[in-house]
T-cell receptor, first 115, second 113 residues
Framework: GAGVSQSPSNKVTEKGKDVELRCDPI?????LYWYRQSLGQGLEFLIY????????KSGLPSDRFSAERTGGSVSTLTIQRTQQEDSAVYLC?????????????FGSGTRLTVV | DAKTTQPNSMESNEEEPVHLPCNHS???????IHWYRQLPSQGPEYVIH???SNVNNRMASLAIAEDRKSSTLILHRATLRDAAVYYC??????????????FGQGTRLTINP
């Protein structure tokens, strides 16, 4: 597609429930990233994919968080047993390749609210 | 990734040029200089990036010092829509380089009508 697409744009869930957030990167982009941004805070790196593999998962805050990417395209970020501190905007970005010579395109994000 | 230093905030007037500075004294030879901006309630947006030579695109210009220890993002004619937080980030261009963007606090740009 023309840009990075994320769905849903907004998600309200009850504490303890599982949620899935989806990211459709730009076609042909091999690198995909997940970030989150809590209200009034900076961007926090979560995980990076090169193709379908994730060489850097260092930002995942706990084992309740997991992500996968299939077909070198769509990625899903799953949060199990959601907690109120998980409330944030979850952002996805893609890049033609992972190296620094390539710019990144971000999606508009999924605003997650855990009540 | 090497560290960058930016002013916390800057203010300018509509229709005037804006020069946003960034210091990166520990930059390595393979580091690219990237600029992104984040408008209120939106995800970050790519602005421009470069390695050694100055770069121009439809959004802005990037002026890179000869020793590459600093750079300046230039908005030629600011509009109210340019009010955002601007991030200067170094990214390793090497194959084995770190792969994620690390966002600092950036510069909050205010544009006065």
């Amino acid at each position: 597609g023309a840009g990075v697409s994320q769905s849903p744009s907004n998600k309200v869930t009850e504490k303890g429930k599982d949620v899935e957030l989806r990211c459709d990167p730009i076609s042909g982009h091999t690198a995909l990233y997940w970030y989150r941004q809590s209200l009034g805070q900076g961007l926090e790196f979560l995980i990076y994919f090169q193709g379908n593999s994730a060489p850097d998962k260092s930002g995942l805050p706990s084992d309740r968080f997991s992500a996968e990417r299939t077909g070198g395209s769509v990625s899903t970020l799953t949060i199990q047993r959601t907690q109120q501190e998980d409330s944030a905007v979850y952002l996805c970005a893609s890049s033609l390749k992972g190296q620094g010579a390539y710019g990144y395109t971000f999606g508009s994000g999924t605003r997650l609210t855990v009540v | 990734d090497a560290k960058t230093t930016q002013p916390n905030s800057m203010e300018s007037n509509e229709e005037e040029p804006v020069h946003l500075p960034c210091n990166h004294s520990t930059i390595s030879g393979t580091d690219y200089i990237h600029w992104y901006r984040q408008l209120p309630s939106q995800g970050p947006e790519y602005v421009i990036h470069g390695l050694t030579s100055n770069v121009n695109n439809r959004m802005a210009s990037l002026a890179i010092a000869e020793d590459r220890k600093s750079s300046t993002l230039i908005l030629h004619r600011a509009t109210l829509r340019d009010a955002a937080v601007y991030y200067c980030i170094l990214r390793d261009g090497g194959v084995q380089g770190a792969q994620k963007l690390v966002f600092g606090q950036g510069t909050r740009l205010t544009i006065n009508p």
